[in-house]
């Protein structure tokens, strides 16, 4: 499934929808998108897909992969997403 191309925000700043689709993902992380902190949560995404940043269909394709395995690994990425985040706060 293929994502529909990055949505226009306002201020001109264009942020991958493919966040519409981690909802779950980042209720898990205990994350809420806002729009302050919409693109810091697309940049941590784009840091845990080893993907340069604004490549959204990269990096959509990445965290799907990564996504495809055990409950395990899920827990992992929710760790490091949090983290992510976190990290792209500072």
Not at 45 to 54: E, I, N, Q, S, T
Not at 62 to 86: C, M, N, P, S, W
Request: charged share 35%; net charge positive.
């Amino acid at each position: 499934m293929r994502p529909a191309p990055c949505a226009f925000q306002p201020k001109e700043e264009t942020v991958s929808c493919y966040l519409r689709h981690m909802k779950e993902l980042l209720a898990e992380a205990g994350i809420e998108v806002t729009a302050d902190n919409r693109k810091q949560i697309d940049r941590a995404f784009h840091d845990l897909a080893g993907v340069k940043y604004k490549d959204c269909p990269a990096t959509w394709r990445k965290l799907k992969q990564e996504l495809a395995g055990d409950a395990a690994g899920r827990r992992r990425f929710v760790q490091r997403l949090k983290k992510a985040v976190r990290d792209q706060e500072e």
